[in-house]
């Protein structure tokens, strides 16, 4: 049963990305543009909102990216002259 552990670590994940409300991220991601020197209501500091936001979501993406085939279904076999992934080929 290898999906279990999968499910575990997304749900594990899944609570942990929930710490924080929306509007805490947006402070901090405020807190964050002003100490860069970026004043309210500019569009310096709506750019670099956006540019947090981005920012953000582009780390979750890689970290999804990173966990290659191995992660989800196990190590590549060889068999005969191929090596296949741990999932089926037909």
């Keep these: 049963m290898r999906i279990l552990p999968v499910f575990s ?3 594990i ?3 942990l990305s929930s710490c924080q409300t929306p509007e805490e991220v947006r402070a901090a991601d405020e807190a964050r543009c002003s100490s860069y020197g ?3 209501g500019t569009e310096s500091f709506a750019n670099c909102l ?3 936001d981005l920012s953000r979501r582009a780390d979750q993406r890689a970290f999804l990216e990173s966990n290659d085939d191995d992660f989800f279904w196990g190590p590549s076999v060889y068999v005969g002259p ?4 741990g ?3 037909h």
């Design 9 to 11: 670590i997304l749900a």
């Design 13 to 15: 994940a899944f609570v």
């Design 38 to 40: 970026f004043r309210h």
């Design 50 to 52: 956006m540019n947090q």
């Design 82 to 85: 191929r090596y296949y992934g």
């Design 87 to 89: 999932h089926r080929h």
